[in-house]
């Protein structure tokens, strides 16, 4: 085993996966594993910073794990390089279940964008965990109060209108980016670094709209600054009360934000399926759903095989957006 771990990493996953895949215990008696596992401490990496939610997901679900295995788990904040570092500490663990990376939709365009480190085909899928919906927010003095307004707007105004986002690539970014392709609209992109500076300039008006997790605009829509038109799932949600779906104005338009659990790609199935199927027990849990509505989420259920097609839809649909948009990485 020494020797598979000082390969280059493309060719060490080659070799774990077809061990796994050739071993007598993946094969015939895939219980093992899983009756063992976990036997120490698990670590949890999230590709965000401390207070966000995959941090705070993270918490709640790791509380839950430790309550059930009687292992502690290790909360790692690892954020920059648009989730990148994340990602690469995930895929270069050890495939034995003892590092898993709580994943969101932003990684899933990261990594579509960069073409490394692909979610449904480098890692090991274990579970979707919840979703969470965004909304198309203006500034309270643009003159607009519903989608089809805001198009009208546009469209007398090419090249006029600013909407800013969470930086290039950005989830955020990516969901104007989207609306403008389905709406034939011309608006300008002004990139930050981060949500919240984008959020404050969209308040003071720098910028006339943008697109907001749901739960982080709901203040300053109280606030009377910002006005939230249209909420991008594709049916009303009770997470964006009172806010129209944008599908209701432009047909076939959506976009949903998720968290998910990955795992180094190789790690045994017995493993993976035994993490998948506690997970969802906590998910069921008052305290951890009551905990996911606070930060704007509800539980989605899910189950390996799932959360790998769904990456897989993902990664085609956001990678058509990327390239439409030419979207590229900064150098």
Not at 73 to 80: C, K, L
Not at 112 to 130: E, G, I
Not at 158 to 173: E, K, M
Request: hydrophobic content about 45%.
């Amino acid at each position: 085993m020494k020797t598979i771990f000082n390969m280059p990493s493309i060719a060490r996953k080659t070799v774990i996966a077809f061990a796994v895949a050739i071993t007598p215990a993946a094969t015939h008696a895939g219980e093992a594993p899983a009756t063992a596992y976990p036997a120490k401490p698990i670590r949890i990496i999230i590709a965000t910073t401390v207070g966000s939610g995959p941090d705070i997901l993270a918490r709640q679900i790791g509380a839950k794990l430790t309550a059930a295995w009687g292992q502690q788990i290790v909360i790692d904040p690892r954020a920059g390089a648009s989730g990148m570092i994340g990602a690469e500490l995930t895929s270069n663990a050890a495939p034995d279940g003892y590092t898993l990376w709580m994943a969101t939709m932003s990684h899933v365009i990261a990594t579509t964008m960069y073409n490394r480190l692909l979610l449904a085909r480098d890692f090991s899928p274990v579970t979707q965990v919840a979703s969470t919906p965004y909304v198309i927010a203006v500034n309270a003095a643009v003159p607009v109060n519903t989608i089809a307004e805001l198009i009208a707007y546009a469209k007398a105004r090419p090249g006029q209108v600013l909407y800013g986002s969470a930086g290039q690539g950005s989830t955020p970014h990516l969901c104007i980016e989207l609306f403008k392709s389905m709406t034939g609209t011309d608006l300008v992109h002004v990139p930050y670094r981060g949500a919240a500076p984008a959020l404050t300039d969209l308040m003071a008006g720098h910028v006339q709209l943008s697109c907001v997790a749901a739960p982080a605009v709901q203040s300053v829509v109280r606030s009377g600054k910002v006005r939230s038109i249209g909420v991008t799932t594709r049916q009303r949600t009770a997470l964006a009360q009172d806010v129209p779906a944008i599908a209701e104005t432009v047909g076939g338009y959506e976009l949903v934000g998720w968290y998910g659990l990955l795992a180094p790609l190789g790690t045994p199935r017995p493993i993976v399926d035994k993490i998948h199927a506690e997970v969802s027990r906590a998910l069921k849990t008052p305290e951890v759903q009551e905990r996911l509505v606070s930060v704007g989420a509800e539980a989605v259920e899910s189950n390996p095989r799932a959360f790998t097609q769904f990456l897989q839809r993902e990664t085609v649909r956001w990678g058509k957006v990327l390239k439409a948009a030419g979207i590229k990485p900064t150098p």
